[in-house]
């Protein structure tokens, strides 16, 4: 069980920044990958980004360029920042974390209560 827990939501313009946190409990963090997903009402959870346990990172293509993701072993945190953000941004954000594998976009279980992110345009 990784018990993530978000931070870090709120109303934003749009071309405005949110910084999303989670913090993770397991231990070994530097041993998994965690990764930031999103869901509106009506459709499916979709992946957002991910940061492999050896540093590697992920995006769908339309956050590239916007969004980073961070983490930081040594707290049990993986954080998001979110720049430009646009009205299709928003969601709920969720932050998820499994044991280090090839696929940083699969296979994840476990679930925060997630963050409510809106961008008003």
């Known amino acids: 069980q990784v018990h993530p827990v978000e931070t870090g939501g709120g109303l934003v313009q749009a071309g405005g920044a949110l910084r999303l946190s989670c913090a993770v409990s397991?231990?070994?963090?530097?041993?998994?990958?965690a990764a930031w997903f999103r869901q509106v009402p009506g459709k499916e959870r979709e992946f957002v980004a991910a940061?492999?346990?050896?540093?590697?990172?992920d995006f769908t293509a339309s956050v590239k360029g916007r969004f980073t993701i961070s983490r930081d072993n040594a707290k049990n945190t993986v954080s998001l920042q979110m720049n430009s953000l646009k009205p299709e941004d928003t969601a709920v954000y969720y932050c998820?974390?499994?044991?280090?594998?090839?696929?940083?976009?699969?296979?994840?279980?476990?679930w925060g209560p997630g963050t409510e992110v809106t961008v008003s345009s």
């Open positions: 397991v231990r070994a963090f530097n041993n998994y990958d």
């Open positions: 998820t974390a499994k044991w280090g594998g090839a696929n940083l976009r699969l296979f994840y279980s476990d």
């Open positions: 940061i492999g346990w050896r540093g590697n990172t």
